[in-house]
């Protein structure tokens, strides 16, 4: 007999026949002979109509109750797939996150996981029953409703996996796997059969949100082995795990696009210490997530500094960034949206040379402007316009070739 973590996503419990076949294929693995703990999302579309709500009553929601509204979205996922169960002949008990155990920080609508006491749902599981936990929350220990981030459906069903030492852990979406790009920019992306943490981690960071990045984080940290699959076949999906030799062979794990991206870039500002330090002071003050930073060569005793950011993030930056750049007596800033990121991801690229070079060359021949460039050990990421991104993604996951190797 073993013990399974299954997490089913939003789409995968979008409505009621969808419900019931997650309820059937929960009930089919415990009639196999196996303790079955599943984790639900919201059903698709409930989360973001909430926030929408709450957007309409407030213009900036205040974080406490934002949690308390967000967390009723996965609450009636929890309760619709034990009645699903019931239903079809089975036990199962239906638990929120707090009486599962689930305690956070108290950092509202971003709670990390502190701590897991899953000690209610070993004695449901002793007792027979399918346990049915809410994703994507927790409590603080006051007592209060936290959320664990956008995606943190896939959190808790990683660390409830670690928490109470699953043999196996499974994330039932909506795509068969990982693949080589997101099917839905690049049709004819191939699912990989095993990917690294790391490599799973940088394209989830990157704008592969299939996984939620932190919990890809948690999973390595722990050692999770988990397998990313569909809720509607039976097909092997992708297993996500520690490196294996083998898989340094191949250069490119997969190509990933994030969009909303903007850029700012604060012109001829004076060449001297303590500016740069200045400028990212107040860009943090305001709570502010900078991603790529470049600074170029000085000329005249001046250089200019662009960084990206969110797209959202346009309205705080025009509104306070200018005082800063006024006080260190840089000539001014500008502001854009619309453009993306676009990144190659691949251990392999620890022991091959040459990845970047053909990265630019097949953009160079669309004609396709790199803005900014940024890299590590494992990636190569390209700023471009955001109205070419799923060109440039198809073009490059085309150029690697279905091996994914420099020589196609
Ligand atoms: P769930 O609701 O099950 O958590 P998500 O919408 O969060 O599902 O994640 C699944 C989606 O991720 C897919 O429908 C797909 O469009 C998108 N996606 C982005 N990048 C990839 C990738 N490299 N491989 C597979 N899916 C991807
Ligand atoms: N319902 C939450 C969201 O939409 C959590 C999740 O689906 O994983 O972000
Ligand atoms: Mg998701």
């Given at each position: 007999?073993?013990?399974?973590?299954?997490?089913?996503?939003?789409?995968s419990?979008?409505n009621p026949?969808?419900i019931?076949?997650?309820?059937?294929?929960?009930?089919?693995t415990?009639?196999?002979g196996n303790?079955?703990?599943?984790?639900?999302?919201a059903?698709s579309?409930?989360?973001d109509?909430?926030?929408k709500?709450?957007?309409?009553?407030a213009t900036?929601?205040?974080e406490?109750?934002l949690?308390m509204?967000?967390?009723?979205?996965?609450?009636?996922?929890?309760a619709?797939?034990?009645?699903?169960?019931?239903?079809?002949g089975?036990?199962?008990v239906?638990?929120?996150?707090?009486?599962?155990?689930?305690?956070?920080?108290?950092?509202h609508t971003?709670?990390k996981?502190?701590?897991?006491l899953?000690?209610?749902i070993?004695?449901?599981?002793a007792?027979?029953?399918?346990?049915i936990?809410?994703g994507f929350?927790?409590k603080?220990?006051?007592?209060?409703?936290?959320?664990l981030g956008?995606?943190g459906?896939d959190?808790?069903a990683?660390?409830?996996?670690?928490a109470?030492?699953?043999d196996?852990?499974q994330i039932?979406?909506?795509?068969?796997?990982?693949?080589?790009c997101?099917?839905r920019?690049v049709k004819?992306a191939?699912?990989i059969a095993?990917?690294s943490?790391?490599?799973?981690?940088?394209?989830?960071?990157?704008?592969?949100?299939v996984?939620?990045?932190r919990s890809?984080?948690?999973a390595?940290?722990?050692?999770?082995?988990?397998?990313?699959?569909s809720?509607?076949?039976e097909?092997?999906g992708t297993l996500?795990k520690?490196?294996?030799?083998s898989?340094?062979?191949?250069?490119i794990?997969?190509?990933s696009v994030d969009?909303?991206q903007a850029k700012?870039?604060?012109?001829?500002?004076?060449?001297k210490p303590?500016?740069?330090?200045?400028?990212?002071?107040?860009?943090a003050?305001?709570?502010v997530n900078v991603?790529?930073?470049?600074?170029?060569?000085?000329?005249a005793g001046?250089?200019?500094?662009s960084?990206?950011?969110h797209?959202?993030?346009?309205?705080k930056?025009?509104k306070y960034l200018d005082?800063?750049v006024q006080?260190?007596?840089a000539?001014?800033?500008?502001?854009?949206g619309?453009?993306?990121k676009?990144?190659v991801?691949?251990?392999?690229?620890?022991s091959?040379?040459?990845v970047a070079?053909?990265m630019f060359e097949?953009?160079a021949?669309?004609g396709?402007?790199?803005q900014m460039?940024s890299t590590?050990e494992?990636?190569?990421?390209?700023?471009?316009?955001e109205n070419?991104v799923d060109e440039g993604?198809?073009?490059?996951?085309?150029?690697?070739?279905?091996q994914?190797n420099?020589d196609?």
């Open positions: 007999m073993s013990l399974i973590v299954q997490k089913y996503g939003g789409t419990v979008g026949d969808r019931r076949n997650v309820a059937r294929r929960i009930l089919e415990q009639r196999s303790d079955i703990v599943a984790v639900v999302s059903m579309g409930v989360t109509n909430l926030i709500l709450a957007r309409q009553v900036s929601p205040v406490r109750e949690d509204l967000l967390a009723t979205g996965e609450q009636v996922t929890i619709l797939t034990a009645m699903a169960i019931h239903d079809l089975g036990h199962a239906s638990l929120t996150g707090a009486q599962a155990g689930i305690l956070t920080d108290s950092v971003r709670a996981i502190a701590q897991l899953p000690k209610p070993h004695s449901l599981l007792a027979g029953n399918i346990v936990v809410a929350q927790g603080t220990s006051e007592g209060q409703v936290t959320t956008r995606g459906s959190l808790t990683i660390a409830l996996a670690a109470i030492q699953a196996l852990c039932f979406t909506d795509v068969d796997g990982v693949y080589t997101d099917p920019i004819n191939r699912k095993e990917i943490y790391d490599e799973m981690l940088e394209m989830a960071s990157l704008g592969s949100k996984m939620q990045a890809v984080e948690f390595k940290k722990f050692g999770v082995v988990f397998e990313v699959r809720t509607f076949n097909e092997r996500v520690e490196a294996t030799d898989m340094e062979k191949v250069v794990r997969g190509v969009r909303n700012v870039t604060i012109t001829q500002v004076p060449d303590g500016t740069a330090s200045r400028i990212f002071n107040q860009i003050a305001i709570n991603d790529t930073i470049v600074q170029n060569v000085s000329e001046t250089t200019d500094i960084f990206t950011t797209a959202d993030e346009l309205p930056i025009e005082p800063v006080e260190i007596e000539k001014g800033f500008t502001a854009k619309g453009i993306a676009l990144s991801v691949g251990i392999g690229m620890r091959h040379s040459g070079a053909k097949i953009l021949l669309a396709i402007n790199i460039i590590s494992i990636k190569i990421s390209v700023i471009i316009d070419r993604a198809k073009l490059v996951h085309a150029g690697f070739g279905p994914m420099l196609q």
